[in-house]
């Protein structure tokens, strides 16, 4: 079978690296293209110097036509706002993208308008497939353009998906309290990700003001989304402790059996045996989900644990290609965590 | 004036060592007896490297007659369930105490014995004051046993109380997600805090089922707690993230002046400007806690740290102690945060 | 091709677990038999949480006729001292051994002797090879036993070998002051280990007294190793820091020739570009080794970084197998570092 | 007694923000100014969240004559090359100076111009003393101005003094393999310093090209100093091997006895017992030095233990103006470490 040319454009940040990490030990697919901006024209590793001595390409400057002329896919790492006339341009030029940043995590362009300023071309936002496969596995097949869900949405969408299709819920509200790594800060230095701020120390930040809060709401069919994330002195993983209100007369076994249920046949998410609580050490570098299951009286707390980089980013990029390819979903994803 | 002539009983774990470095600058206190359990006999500096080339006295076996001969009052770091006969035996000597422990944080013995079994000495019990001086500043001054509120209760205590004395409440339940260093856990390896299985990753655990959740309820009045405990790769520190409910009607302009309110005269409780969220580091090695605040619709979301082996153990001691002895609270307590 | 049927020995250490995440990868491998002492029978997924809902054989007890029916060749995880019967069972039994603990690294069994005490099976040691393909690659692929190099002794030996090779030493003597992450110490609890006692701190251990140091110095034709190991809050990695006494005339430049020229057909170590200084975490998770090279007048500093759990242990034990059982050596160590 | 009246020019910094914590609770000092360039006019609380609610002066720009009007005595916690003016202004307006950067650590200004360009105030490099008080105790009293030790020097000085001055020494060079803590590098962010690039790895950096280097040999009278520094995942701390040729027939215990002859009277130098090693923990934030000794034929390897922003700055400015002032030289500096 031909290889599948995948192009990387946005190759020298984090979810870039994580993807070419990823997509070395696929099996069907062949890296054709590596795409950079200020980096672009340095030696590879000396940008990413854990690929010191690998061959890959070059990091050159984005082009939307060499890409075309070299790449059937192209697997967006850009900042978000940059991704959007990349997308455009990928698109017109017969690339099929998958988009790591937020720039097509919505389909109405007013509410994205809202949260993240006008889009510059709304008209791609009609044909987004929001890349969470667990939702939306049948759509991503054939979709053009796939806008990667984010990382603290993967894991709070996750946690609250069997319950609210399963009707056990006796609000509409999830209040979500999560913690994150600090590589979920992208690469560039400030000063609230600079070690002496960031070691020996916790603390929230954008309580109740965070623009991941709409994207799970909408995920979650408008529920009401009270999300608190916190930085953890760690650099990757994501915990989300999700608490939500349970209709009366549900109890931990019947939200144990739905859960069950709606997971039984994900190859990436694991419902956690009873009492047993998930650690982001235990999936760091895999694309798993571990989920655990703890219920007081009507309120259940569901704790989802992935790996921002993998799960939430360049794992699910890769998922999402996967099936936009035809191929096994799984394909090149079958890695457990870098224990410890 | 007498230096107050001060016994550490359990010397050589981490609230134990805490508290010899705090009563170390304090100027009207002198440390006279230095016990330890299993260490006793061995040079300090063996057992606390910090302290190699410090005058203190020797690492002694416990014996309540000669701490009695020695000192006024002691301060107890021993293990829960250890510290009920040594208190007994120092309270008939005459000694005052302060309790480290979770073995007098309550007063009545059968809620005791619903959460720790039996208590060995339960008149003790009743006349036990907790020991948060937020709450219970004068019954301290006059007792001779203070049991010291553990580090989570005195994090979520901290963060509810103005909302509950200032009627603010739509419901009588707490969610509180908190989050601690490791040292919390104490000075005993085990395979939980074994390093390699601690860093780079991040857990709740004894999810609804950690034994401060009755202690918290205990102490804001019966309140349902919900309570996930998290072991976060620090050292030092916690931060609790309290969910509250408030009644219709109430802003967060409202929230804002009952908690200044409250905390005006507090020496220790510090409620941060809007929007300006808390930092453990910020209060390490300190006896402060720093408290923000937030409002969604009608949740509040309150934000605590505090150094859990500072105002969460040895600090709070050393506050009580003073409050006993009829010296000023803040004597010897006036650390700002070792930064960064 | 019949895929190599390989059991793992005390698979629930930390040895054992990263050979299971690298074996699992493996295309030409299939492990047929995993083997733990105390934690036999329990569930994998309870002992290595990463393998939760993972397809891996059950943990049962070593039984050297069990593993011979079932395998080629077994890797050994088992603690120092735990391997020296179980390998001499295996080999009865016509089982190839890849032992990763330290008890097949001499040769000489009175040299064995006065390093870890007599050995059991001394006439096994007269077989053994040891495991650091970069020095004995063709007798590797003979051997009916391997014992690995140990973690230190391979970032010390892959440094110093070229130049010892090409004469370029004035004194036959190297100080190296090597750093490791905690991995290194194993699973079991200790104080030493213990998260507050090892995070937020740095020291030396065993200053001239590390067992390592009779290893490396065997390796290097009985050069006289000064060996500072130090421990370092972080999980993986090692990076040593040697230096060596270069004879007059002998400049940076040749030094560069000769470690280029050395390694220019060796897959896994890289010699960095000049003045690039190695990092682990650009190697964390992966086989590869990382030289940098330094000269001040005859002073020449060698820099070399591992991650001590792949090619210091299950990785180097993946190279031998590889060797052993004629298969391409990289085959499933292709990985490059989980960054960051 | 009249309060010593101290100005800090540079409080922004971690230095200076060190000095603060430091200044507060000595007993004879009072904080008349507090001096910031880009921060100046911003609450303290801001810039420094510690110091939230804490009482001292305002963020003001920096201006000689009102620093002249209101102290005696100015520290300096400013960047490298911006001290130089600052000092020169304030000298002539009459207030004495103990200046933490690297801009007063030469009296020669041939030398200084080689490491760091042309000094632009060169005279008052013929009146600094080089603010080590093991070193210029005497000295330090009556000057003017105290230009403090480099945090690498401190620990690389009083780790080879000793030797030295006993003429135990074979040869005339010193290998110091350094390890530093990330608070080192400044407040300032960087790619270096980010947290995912620092957190769980390791790497030596500016291998035998520091400008610590020439302080160090400096200090020890023109020894050889082949200095690697490293960047260890760490908040604070420095350790440093160090290795050094002993004479024919020196062993361990004359080693022993000179060091502990050269020290004994030193507030905070401590010469741990015989195999004992020196932990960075165990001084954070306090001004001691820990020292271990290790022999192995003719190499001697020091280890030295310090915090680098405290005895390794803000500790060992307090220490010099305690003595600049006519003070007992360990006053306010009695603070034990943050254990753990």
Request: negative net charge; glycine residues 8%.
């Given at each position: ?38 980096k ?8 990413l110097?854990?690929?010191h ?13 060499d ?8 697997v ?12 455009a341009?990928?698109?017109a ?5 998958v ?11 007013d ?19 929001y890349?969470?496969p ?8 054939t979709?053009r ?25 006796a ?11 600090v ?7 400030g000063?609230g ?6 070691a020996?120390?916790?603390?929230a930040y ?15 069919g ?14 990757r ?22 859960y069950?249920?709606?997971y ?5 998410v ?12 235990h999936?760091?570098g895999s ?25 939430g ?6 998922q ?21």
């Amino acid at each position: 079978m031909e290889p599948l040319r995948v192009a990387v454009v946005g190759a020298s940040g984090y979810t870039g690296a994580e993807f070419l990490r990823l997509a070395r030990l696929h099996p069907a697919l062949s890296l054709t293209r590596l795409c950079a901006e200020s980096k672009a024209g340095l030696p590879l590793s000396e940008v990413l110097p854990p690929f010191h001595g690998i061959d890959l390409p070059p990091l050159v400057r984005f082009d939307a036509a060499d890409v075309a002329a070299h790449a059937d896919f192209a697997v967006l790492g850009l900042p978000h706002g940059a991704a959007q006339d990349a997308t455009a341009e990928l698109l017109a030029a017969g690339v099929r993208v998958v988009d790591m940043s937020a720039d097509h995590r919505f389909s109405d362009p007013d509410e994205f308008a809202r949260i993240y300023g006008p889009h510059r071309h709304p008209a791609n936002l009609a044909e987004t497939v929001y890349g969470l496969p667990e939702l939306n596995r049948e759509r991503l097949r054939t979709t053009r353009l796939a806008g990667c869900a984010g990382c603290y949405p993967t894991s709070v969408v996750l946690a609250v998906t069997p319950a609210l299709e399963a009707d056990l819920l006796a609000t509409r509200e999830v209040i979500a309290d999560s913690k994150s790594g600090v590589s979920g800060a992208g690469r560039t230095p400030g000063a609230g990700t600079h070690f002496p701020e960031t070691a020996e120390g916790l603390h929230a930040y954008k309580t109740f003001d965070h623009r991941h809060a709409p994207e799970i709401s909408r995920a979650l069919g408008g529920l009401k989304v009270r999300f608190t994330p916190h930085l953890v002195p760690m650099n990757r993983g994501i915990l989300s402790t999700v608490y939500l209100r349970l209709r009366s007369g549900i109890d931990l076994a019947t939200v144990r059996a739905a859960y069950e249920r709606r997971y039984a046949h994900e190859p990436f998410v694991r419902v956690l045996p009873a009492a047993v609580h998930p650690d982001t050490r235990h999936v760091r570098g895999s694309n798993l989900c571990h989920l655990g299951l703890f219920v007081e009286d009507d309120l259940l707390c569901v704790q989802t644990v992935i790996d921002n980089l993998t799960k939430g980013a360049a794992g699910q990029a890769l998922q999402c290609l996967n099936l936009m390819a035809g191929l096994p979903e799984t394909t090149g994803l079958d890695h457990t965590a870098l224990f410890p």
